[in-house]
């Protein structure tokens, strides 16, 4: 990787439910990213953010680390990683501080004591600190600012989100790229680096709503007034949708993700009600003729229910406050008619997905299923360009486990 020089290389990785992505993107000072390579594979040892069979998930990631190296030309020796996991928490927290200087003004120092003061929240001896995202500042009562620093003031206010998870669980992702002789230089929330990817700072002033339906998990980012205002996750993603068809058709998974992704649908026009689709016998299977419209209320529930949960949790109020709309993104966000029912269970309209600040492959910067990768490595370049790497989360869990490389 180059690091020292103004054209720089910065190298992605997200280890997903379905799929395992890594990207590599060249950046240049005044330029958008420029996508060089990718590489997927598909992954059967990662489930729900979590490593559930360690060789798997580390041949998935070799796979996927090769391939992209191939394809952009270069060698991949330290990554942004994207974390995420079911057992992720996020916990609001708001430090204030005098500001005592000379000169009156906030400085860097200020900033960073408000931080470490929110930062201070008791946890048990299996949960660790992940990240910390900052939520905007208040000077001496103000309105909200995103950067204090050279600002004068007598009081700084910080608002924080603390999100911290379990440790073993942490570590096995991290030890599946690390094992590799790749280190990790940082971090980011799979949920806020879909955000990065698909808004951009005017739909953030306006309030936006983000939510990555993926195949094992689904996130979600609130931001109002420019600031991010929540964020969760929910253990739902597109393999439950693929359970639920294999459950209502009595037929083998492998069959139900195949008429998922070619058929899958949440509405059905008038003209196609009537629709049967066939799966074909197989040696083990004796066939079966599924209605269209049958198999549509089947993936509609899942995802209504998805969707309720995410209205329930945001609440009335806040979702009233957003004019930029709802962001559907990931992989399982393709299935057919998911943007009108999520304009029917949130009132609100739902804009074309797109990532921002990157060129490419165009066909490759269009799928939803990479936003998360793309967000991380648009969080790696602005940890480059700021030359303010924080200490890696590697380093704090070795505090906690001796021997985690």
């Known amino acids: 990787m180059i690091f020292g020089s103004r054209e720089k290389i910065i190298a992605a990785v997200e280890l997903g439910t379905t799929k395992t ?35 798997q998930a580390t041949e998935a990631l070799r796979e996927a680390v090769l391939a992209a190296e191939e394809n952009s030309g270069e060698t991949i020796d330290r990554v942004y ?55 905007g500042f208040r000077i001496d009562g103000g309105e909200y600012v995103r950067n204090p620093i050279g600002l004068a003031g007598h009081k700084l206010e910080g608002d924080y989100m603390i999100v911290h998870g379990v440790t073993s669980r942490l570590t096995n992702i991290i030890t599946r790229v690390t094992e590799l002789n790749i280190e990790v230089a940082n971090f980011t929330l799979s949920v806020i680096a879909a955000a990065d990817a698909v808004l951009n700072d005017e739909a953030r002033q306006l309030g936006a709503l983000v939510i990555d339906f993926g195949g094992g998990l689904t996130n979600y ?25 294999a459950r209502a058709f009595d037929i083998p998974t492998r069959f139900a993700e195949e008429i998922k ?16 689709l066939e799966i074909k016998p197989s040696a083990s299977f004796a066939g079966r003729k599924i209605y269209l419209e049958s198999l549509a209320e089947v993936i509609r529930l899942r995802v209504e229910e998805t969707f309720a949960i995410i209205r329930e949790r945001i609440g009335i109020e806040r979702l009233a406050q957003i004019s930029g709309g709802i962001f559907l993104t990931g992989g399982s966000s393709k299935i057919n008619g998911i943007e009108l029912l999520a304009e029917v269970t949130f009132g609100k309209g739902v804009n074309a997905v797109r990532s921002h600040d990157l060129n ?14 793309f967000g991380t490595l648009m969080h790696g370049r602005r940890l480059i360009d700021a030359e303010d790497e924080r200490v890696p989360l590697t380093k704090r869990i070795k505090r906690f486990f001796s021997g985690v490389r």
Not at 93 to 118: F, P, S, W, Y
Not at 225 to 243: A, E, M
Not at 261 to 275: A, F
Not at 360 to 373: C, I, R
């Open 81 to 135: 990683l994207a974390l995420g996991g079911a057992h992720l928490q996020g916990v609001s927290r708001r430090a204030k501080i005098d500001v005592n200087n000379e000169t009156g003004l906030i400085t860097d120092e200020d900033v960073r004591a408000v931080q470490k003061i929110a930062e201070d929240i008791p946890l048990t001896t299996d949960r660790l600190r992940v990240i910390t995202l900052g939520r």
């Open 360 to 373: 490419g492959a165009v066909e490759d910067l269009a799928q939803p299923a990479l936003s998360v990768v």
């Open 261 to 276: 992704v070619r058929h899958g649908c949440v509405v059905v026009s008038r003209s196609r009600r009537d629709e049967v």
């Open 21 to 55: 992505a890594v990207a590599v993107a060249q950046a240049r000072p005044g330029e958008a990213l420029r996508i060089l390579g990718l590489g997927i594979s598909h992954s059967l040892g990662v489930r729900k953010g979590e490593v559930v069979d360690k060789a």
């Open 221 to 245: 980012a609130l931001y109002l007034d420019g600031r991010l205002d929540d964020l969760g996750i929910i253990g739902v993603g597109g393999d439950h949708i693929t359970q639920d068809i």
